[in-house]
């Protein structure tokens, strides 16, 4: 099969924090499965687009979530007009094809999902299809990468041990004030000025995680507001609607924000 459309045809921008370009090609040339863990809108999927492009494999996603059962990963029997006929899966097809397979956000499925990537994750890496009674041999080339944020671990919504104890992981947060300054104005056009506001903003509201709020405002959201910024909608506006309004429901944390951000300008 052609898996010409999972190859990424233009070069993702990603600025490097640290040596997590080089860790993650070693462990490639290595055939190690990958953790990506850290908050949401650090750029942990921007990160595998950009490498799957670096390394010229194709990059199946999966967004995984809680509905999402075994079949949805690996495939299922379907009716067309010639009968009953094998779909492979995501999953399957990256292992079968030689890509890399990325499930976002993998503590979104529900546990018995998950144990299907097992026998991929060690030295067999193979994948069963109990469905098909088929053994399905990975390719070389393939590898499996997840992604999660431990900030919204809890009881229910955590990886086993036999499931993490498989990966290697890398650590991802948001970039230091003047890396994030330079992704927030080369992604949102604004000038590098400006993007350092949106940054400042940012950063107090991250002190206020756990103080009120679950999570700060992400790279992803300075990004944002600063698309609106280049549309000439003005500073306080743009993070109104990018920032203030998507992260918090609660009229005095807005309050509070809407005064931060007006502290910062």
Known sequence: ????????????????????????EAA????????????????????????AWRLGKPLIT?????????????????LDAEGTVWHDGPLTLSVRHGAICYLDEIVEARQDTTVVIHPLTDDRRILPLEKKNELVRAHPDFQ?????????????????????????????????????????AHESGIAHEDAAVLVRIAGRTRNLKGHGLDEGASTRMLVQAGRLMSRSIP??????????????DDPDMRRALTETIAACV
Request: with cysteine; proline share 6%; aromatic share 10%.
């Open 1 to 24: 099969m052609d898996l010409s459309n999972y190859l990424l045809t233009g070069q993702p921008y990603y600025h490097p924090v640290g040596n997590e370009v080089a860790l993650f």
């Open 28 to 51: 490639y040339a290595a055939r190690l499965p990958m953790m990506l863990k850290g908050p949401t809108g650090c750029g942990k999927t921007r990160f595998i687009e950009h490498m």
């Open 62 to 78: 999966v967004a995984c979530h809680e509905d999402m059962t075994a079949s949805d990963l690996v495939g299922r029997f379907l």
């Open 144 to 184: 499996i990468v997840i992604s999660y944020n431990p900030g919204y671990q809890s009881v229910i919504k955590d990886l086993k041990e036999s499931t993490k104890q498989r990966f290697a992981a890398l650590d991802f947060s948001y970039p230091e004030a003047s890396i994030e300054t330079e992704i927030v």
């Open 235 to 248: 500073l306080r506006e743009a993070c109104e609607v990018a920032i203030v309004l998507p992260i918090s």
